[in-house]
Each structure stands twice: as structure tokens, then as C-alpha cells.
């Protein structure tokens, strides 16, 4: 009997990664973003916490951070422009360095997944390994190392100092 592996930590439902990129550009909201929903529960808590977490990189971090850039990139396997939006980058031009943010009210797989496999290949297309280093971190108010990771989160008590070889999780409470 032949049965498929599964992977340990499943991809969020309805998530794609970036594949074979083609092109990459700096982009403006799409239309289908555009529209205000009106969110309940945990996800508008998820959204408050968002915005509190913004609100205090864009004040410590400085010019250097840019909230919630939208890419819009072409695959190999899609005739359609994609478009994704990482939580924030930090653009640290003396060590040419940026650091790709996520924000998640809960540690969860989703983050890494979001950063690994679509927000990574993007930036680092659109921002090539020789001229910029890159890194990943998930901002986060609750940290369980108990939850299933393909890695081994590293806990980072400061964004600017998150490494390329590791997945890098930022607790912050307001």
C-alpha cells in the first residue's frame, strides 16, 4: 500500500507558496484589498495587536521600517500577477541587511510558512543575496514552544539582531 507522506506541519489551508519567480515589483494596494471588512473574535484581536505592534516598530525602528509593503510578482507556473504582503521590512542600509516581519497575536506554523515559503523568495528576488542579507522574524504575544515547527525557533529579544539561519520569534506585549 502506498501512502503519501504527510508533512509534520501542514501548510495553512488555501496557502500558496511563491514557486519559480520570474519578476518582482514594489506595488500598490490591489483592488480586491482595498475594501474594509468588518472583522470579529480573534481575528479582530489578532488585527488590534497588528496595529499596536506597527505603531511600536514604526516609532523604534524608524525610517528604516516600512509597515505592510505589498509586492505584486509573476511565477513560472502562473500567467497572472500574484501579489503578497509581508507585516513590515527593515531596511538596515549600513550592514545591508533587511529583516522580513510577520505579526501573529499566537506562535503559530502559518508564520513560518508565510516567511519561508512566499514573503522570502519575493524579497530576495526583488532584493538579490549579494547586495542585501536577509532574515525573518515573527513578531508575536504569545510564544508555546510546544507548538509543531519544522525548525527550531530561536527567541530574539531584539528584531535587528535576527539571523538568516534561523527563525527568529519576537515576543512583544504592549
Known amino acids: 500500500m502506498n501512502q503519501a507522506k504527510v508533512h509534520p506541519c501542514p501548510p495553512p ?15 500598490q494596494c490591489p483592488p480586491f484589498a482595498a475594501g474594509k471588512r468588518r472583522l470579529r473574535g480573534r481575528r479582530a484581536e489578532g488585527v488590534r495587536y497588528e496595529r499596536k505592534v506597527q505603531a511600536h516598530l514604526v516609532e523604534d525602528l524608524g525610517e528604516g521600517y516600512v509597515p505592510s509593503p505589498w ?55 526583488a532584493f538579490p543575496v549579494p547586495e542585501w542579507e536577509l532574515a525573518v522574524c515573527e513578531v508575536t504575544k504569545w510564544y508555546d514552544p510546544a507548538t509543531a515547527f519544522p525548525v527550531r525557533p530561536v527567541l530574539c529579544r531584539d528584531i535587528l539582531r535576527a539571523k538568516r539561519e534561523d527563525f527568529s520569534v519576537h515576543i512583544w506585549r504592549p
Not at 13 to 27: H, N
Not at 114 to 125: A, G, I, K, N, T
Open 13 to 27: 489551508r488555501k496557502f500558496r507558496p511563491a514557486g519559480d519567480i520570474l519578476w518582482v515589483e514594489r506595488s
Open 71 to 125: 509586492f505584486r510578482f509573476r511565477t513560472l507556473a502562473d500567467p497572472r500577477p500574484r501579489w503578497c504582503q509581508p507585516d513590515g521590512l527593515h531596511f538596515d542600509f549600513e550592514r545591508g541587511r533587511i529583516v522580513i516581519v510577520e505579526v501573529k497575536l499566537q506562535h503559530t506554523i502559518d508564520a513560518w510558512w508565510q516567511l519561508e515559503h512566499l514573503y522570502l523568495p519575493v524579497v530576495q528576488f
